[in-house]
């Protein structure tokens, strides 16, 4: 009895205590740019990360009934017109018993990546986690039933790799959320209507789910939002769940397109527009960067995004080497994509892609991450970085005549080669247009040889 009374007193305490504590939502949409600085410092040094498209359109893998998708593979269900009903018949073939989150994440590790963008739920509405929020998800709808999240956010804890989900605001398959974009999937809504269900989609579905995300799945570093275009999205709703998703996790970083209609840098400007806290120049680098703003590229390696068998239109790793210096000259970050097979393989050509990247990293990735982007324009024969009183000179066409123009950037004392571990002094002098280094005659390295012009 007594112990009764005395176990319901510290109950009501407990209960009083927690109610006290309990604080109004905190508007993040104001964030001093300190606090800014300090939330996107390990996103902002990392430079590189892995982008995964996956899900049940790695089944048909870019071709249905005899028909191949022209486009991306992950859109075969609006190309094709291919009705839900059919669509579903996918999910029992989905059985990807080749998927090892730890091979995955170790892929992204060796190819000096620091973080993964995985889908969560593409275009499509289909669920690559244990939701309770539908069955149309991994486990409830196909013979794997495993949590692929789970198992990779695990992966990623191993390894030190942070993990942020691409989320779909567009979704097919959601009856409340259908666009009229998607003509077969819009159920005979007009030119124009929204959806009248679509509020009640984001605060008992969208809302729900990525809450699931953020507190199911360890340390989430990044929400990546898409499909904002639907006519049914707006503004206010992005700034609603821009705070809705910070206040669950603070520290959270979230794409531009949380914003209605912000795809690619589109209408982005430095003025504190709401604008999320990215942006994501899509499929491109934008030539002079994004000044005053944080970005990122996320580029494909062939063509398309989710798995296409019959896609071989392979960048080559000199592109994608190169490509990533460009971006962080420019002071963005590279999302990387791979489309993993419908066996949950990451195809040869991207392996062999992201392993080229890794070997080039591991001798000069001390250019690339925690680099600042150049402060001048960039020089015909590649890109510079820049790290306090370093500057790195990315040569991409080494000079036929051993001289190489440089740009006087910090008061230039010596200069080396990074790939020369006894850092042996380049000679150089002034003269009016610069600095005039004199090089060996073959380039270290025929991709991106990298110099450090060191400040005296
Ligand atoms: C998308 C998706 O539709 C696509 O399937 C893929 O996931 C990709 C990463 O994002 O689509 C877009 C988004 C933005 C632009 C173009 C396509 N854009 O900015 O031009």
Redesign the pocket.
Known sequence: MMKTYIFSGIMTIALLLMSGCSQPPVDYLNESEEDIKARMEWWDEAKFGMFI?WGLYAVPAGEYKGRKVEG?G??IMNSLQIPIAEYEQFAPQFNPVKFDADEWVSIAKDAGMKYIVITSK??DGFCLWDTKYTDWNIVSATPFKRDILKELAEACEREGIRLGFYYSIMDWYHPDAQSIFEPDYNQGRGSGNVNPNFSRYIEEYMKPQLKELLTGYGDIGVIWF??EWVPDYTTEMGKDIYNYLRNIKPDLIINNRVDKGR??MEGMDAEGDFAGDFGTP?KQIPATGMPGLKWES?LTMNDT?GYKHFDHNWKSSETLIRDLVDIASKGGNLLLNVGPTAEGIIPDPSVERLKDMGDWLKLYGEAIYGADPSPVDRPEWGRYTVKDNLVYAHVFDWPANGELNVADINGIGVAWLLSDSGKSQLLFESKENGIVLQLPETAPDEIASVIVLERN
């Open positions: 498209h991306i992950e859109w593409h275009h898409d499909g795809q690619g899509e996320c995004w």
